[in-house]
């Protein structure tokens, strides 16, 4: 089948594949970056810092700005728990949007369980977050903002740079879930107020199992670690560093930074081409605008057809319907309900998203593949007729 699910994982880049491999099979290298004795460790150690220096360089950072972590998720734990549990009061008070990965949510309704008052902003039918709305919801216990860069369902980018300009004036603490942007949008930390940053190898072409927390050092963040230990990443979490992982992601963000610009006009003139060929099937809804949208993800509602359905219809297409995380339930998605599209539009929904290894042939066969499915559902469907 063709992969057009880049926005769940992407494969490994190849080049990555061979560095992880040559720290293995060729170098052997296996000592432990924290044993400060001996030659094992100061290989180990020189492997670490020099991806560490690859991914800080990608987002324009200093590489003592960046932890390690497990992935996205636990970047996004520790950010959100790690900073309620340092700097916690009465009546504390966070804010995030509703559109955000469950990995944010349920921290937001963990600390909304603990106590915290928590406000969940609604996006507009773009699925973008007014600034106005952040003002107008923030008060004097407000501590954190939490918003995502890009959405992984739809793609809509939220200014994080005005944001992010707001809270450093307010005071208050900002963090960015840019898993889904890293890649797709150049990412300054120079020239943006953001105080903690998470990210994920997986979805930019690097192994799986490992991600990082970007923690600002001006102005010095602190916070509460989530997994406590042998004080490795400056304590904030502890743990044996997986070394081959980290130099697949070191050796991802290299790659990234060098050919960022290419992917970028690929993805670009992939979406047109795919979305152009699709345009004029009848009743078909875009669930992303364009103007407010990163160049990987289309997301399209197939009016009258279950989106379930056109999936298995779409047997040599790897699609997601919904969202990946998501979809064991058969819930619509909340991301969509939240942009206001309706259950019988959400539920007949596919998110399309693309990637460096995208090729026009595969677009081409997917539109193809798409039409046919389409024609052939709507003809056993009952509502379609009438
Ligand atoms: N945030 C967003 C926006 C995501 O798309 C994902 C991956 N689906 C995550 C967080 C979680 O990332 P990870 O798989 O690295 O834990």
């Given at each position: 089948p063709i992969y057009l699910d880049y926005a769940a994982t992407t494969p490994m880049d190849s080049k990555v594949k061979k560095k992880m491999n040559q720290y293995y099979?060729?170098?052997?290298i296996f000592g432990n970056?924290?044993?400060?004795?001996h030659q094992f460790g100061w290989e180990a150690e020189e492997a670490v810092d020099i991806s560490r220096n690859e991914i800080a360089k990608l987002i324009n950072?200093?590489?003592?700005?960046i932890i390690f972590t497990s992935g996205a998720t636990e970047s996004n734990n520790l950010a959100i728990k790690g900073i309620y549990e340092f700097?916690?009061?009465?009546n504390t008070h966070i804010i995030t949007s509703t559109i955000e990965h469950k990995s944010v949510l349920d921290c937001y309704r963990y600390l909304e369980y603990k106590g915290c008052n928590v406000t969940y902003l609604s996006p507009n039918k773009y699925g973008i977050i007014k600034i106005k709305q952040i003002k107008k919801n923030?008060?004097?216990?407000?501590l954190l903002i939490s918003i995502m860069?890009?959405?992984?369902?739809?793609?809509s980018i939220q200014n994080i740079k005005k944001i992010g300009k707001f809270c450093r004036k307010k005071r208050i603490f900002f963090h960015v879930d840019a898993t889904q942007s890293i890649g797709k949008i150049k990412i300054n930390m120079q020239k943006l107020k953001i105080d903690l940053l998470s990210f994920s190898a997986h979805k930019i072409y690097g192994p799986k199992g490992i991600g990082a927390l970007y923690i600002s050092k001006k102005p010095r963040i602190r916070l509460s670690p989530q997994i406590h230990g042998g004080g490795q990443e400056r304590g904030f979490r502890s743990g044996t560093l997986p070394v081959h992982q980290i130099v697949g992601f070191g050796e991802a963000c290299r790659i990234l930074r060098k050919n960022m610009h290419h992917d970028i006009k690929h993805m670009k003139n992939l979406q047109k081409i795919l979305w152009n060929g699709l345009?004029?099937?009848?009743e078909i809804y875009l669930n992303s605008n364009f103007n407010y949208c990163v160049y990987n993800i289309i997301n399209i509602s197939f009016n009258y057809i279950e989106g379930e359905s056109l999936l298995m219809a779409l047997k040599n297409l790897a699609v997601s319907s919904g969202s990946a995380c998501t979809?064991?339930?058969?819930?619509?998605?909340y991301v969509l309900k939240s942009i206001g599209v309706k259950d019988e539009l959400a539920h007949s929904s596919i998110r399309f998203s693309l990637g460096r290894f995208t090729t026009y042939q595969e677009i081409e066969y997917a539109i193809i593949e798409i039409k046919k499915a389409v024609l052939k559902l709507r003809k056993l469907s009952p509502l379609w007729e009438m």
């Open positions: 099979l060729i170098n052997d970056s924290a044993s400060r004795s950072a200093d590489s003592r700005e700097h916690k009061k009465k923030i008060n004097k216990n407000t860069h890009v959405n992984n369902e739809i793609g345009k004029n099937i009848e979809s064991q339930s058969l819930e619509p998605s």
